[in-house]
């Protein structure tokens, strides 16, 4: 069974960093790609970052030029680089990956909050 597991998240003031670190364990044969989403209350959950496995990014919009989405294909480990924070980015952060298991499949982590406040 594959697991992904957040961590990372925290408190921090506006203007603030944080790095948030996803690492996935189990019988994988391979990641393809793998993304950050995030869930503000009331609202519905929304991309942040994705990166595939030859290290193609995208970003949201609203994060481009302050968050940046790495990873380490031999250790299956992705971490997201949060600089100059604003209070909209206050959510819960969830990790992606689309893996090869066996089977072609989806998982997701079960979220690590970020609270963004002065």
């Known amino acids: 069974q594959v697991q992904l597991v957040e961590s990372g998240g925290g408190l921090v003031q506006p203007g603030g960093s944080l790095r948030l670190s996803c690492a996935a364990s189990g019988s994988i044969f391979s990641i393809y790609t793998m993304g950050w989403y995030r869930q503000a209350p009331g609202k519905e959950r929304e991309l942040v970052a994705v990166?595939?496995?030859?290290?193609?990014?995208n970003y949201a919009d609203s994060v481009k030029g302050r968050f940046t989405i790495s990873r380490d294909n031999a250790k299956n480990t992705m971490d997201l680089q949060m600089d100059s924070l604003k209070p909209e980015d206050t959510a819960v952060y969830y990790c992606?990956?689309?893996?090869?298991?066996?089977?072609?499949?989806?998982?997701w982590g079960k979220g690590t909050l970020v609270t963004v406040s002065s």
């Open positions: 990166i595939t496995i030859g290290g193609n990014t």
């Open positions: 992606n990956a689309d893996l090869r298991d066996g089977f072609r499949t989806v998982y």
